[in-house]
């Protein structure tokens, strides 16, 4: 009889794996240059290597997984991910925006060398996502690439990522509501999480039509996030988050806690969580990482 591991041990396992695929990845793209572009360099590695969860990438490489795709393809995808995602936190945690001293555990990286490196930085991750996704290397097919930069160029941009920050510094001076916060979380934390499934898709060279049931999970397990990171700023544990945590409360934004309390908010992530994995009943037990990640999601506590 094969031995199948539990969901818990095979979602441990793979995490470990996608964090040091990661890892080497950028390592090799980012070797530090003996000339004045050494500062910068150690600051994008700083951010980018180590440290993170690396549920985007996994979320890509397991979709991708289900239709075959090379498994170095989906990691290098997932680069580019991750590359946009650390850029982000780079400039999300200067003092123009969040003010953040601490992140991974370690001192941001404004904290670590400065705040003018820290936004060249975090510049340079954005371009490096592309240069990844663009390269002959990442695909044969000039259109899979294409279709590649495409989906995470729209999810990083003011129909994504950036416009949902936007929206929520404005979180601060608006009395939202749950419709605008929701709205809100989609794009800000939702939009690269559905784009690493969408990237996983795409690698598969599954037809947009056919992406119905990926969507809908991708989208289910974005507000699933959102609202237990919400939980975590609310209740948990900052020697294990590895960063300021009550910021939220204490800076007046409208979250899903303070408009659902903490715990119809638990009880709506979980209900996402399950509505999420129905969405993968087509995919069978192909789909255990998929719909492990989906648990881990509300259950981590960093």
């Known amino acids: 009889m094969e031995f199948v591991p539990s969901e818990e041990a095979l979602l441990n396992e793979e995490l470990k794996r996608i964090r040091a695929d990661i890892d080497a990845v950028f390592d090799a793209l980012l070797p530090v240059p003996m000339d004045s572009r050494k500062r910068l360099v150690e600051a994008m590695r700083y951010a980018a290597i180590g440290g993170g969860k690396r549920v985007r990438p996994l979320l890509l490489a397991a979709t991708a ?5 090379d498994r170095d393809m989906a990691v290098r995808a997932g680069c580019a991910v991750e590359a946009i995602h650390a850029y982000s936190l780079i400039h999300d945690d200067l003092p123009c925006m969040d003010d953040d001293d601490l992140r991974h555990g370690k001192p941001t990286v ?16 954005h371009a490096l996502a592309f240069e990844i996704l663009s390269a002959p290397e990442m695909s044969s097919d000039p259109f899979t690439r294409a279709e590649l930069v495409a989906t995470l160029a729209m999810a990083s941009g003011m129909n994504g990522m950036a416009g949902g920050q936007v929206m929520d510094m404005a979180a601060e001076e608006k009395d939202y509501d749950l419709h605008a916060i929701t709205r809100m979380q989609q794009l800000k934390t939702g939009a690269l999480l559905a784009a690493s499934v969408e990237m996983g898709a795409i690698l598969g060279r ?5 992406r119905g049931g990926l969507r809908g999970y991708a989208r289910d ?3 699933a996030f959102q609202i237990a ?13 590895g960063k300021a945590l009550r910021k939220d409360d204490e800076q007046g934004k409208q979250t899903f806690v303070t408009l659902m309390g903490a715990d119809q ?18 995919h069978g037990e192909d789909a255990r990482l998929l719909a492990a990640l989906a648990r881990f999601i509300v259950e981590r506590d960093r």
């Open 221 to 223: 397990i974005g507000l």
């Open 110 to 125: 404004h904290k670590a060398f400065d705040e003018a490196t820290a936004v060249l930085a975090g510049d340079s991750l």
């Open 206 to 210: 599954l037809p947009a039509e056919g």
């Open 65 to 69: 997984d289900l239709f075959g795709v």
């Open 229 to 241: 990171d919400d939980l975590l700023d609310y209740e948990g544990d900052e020697a294990k988050a």
């Open 265 to 282: 908010a638990r009880e709506q992530a979980r209900a996402l969580v399950d509505q999420a994995v129905g969405h993968l009943a087509q």
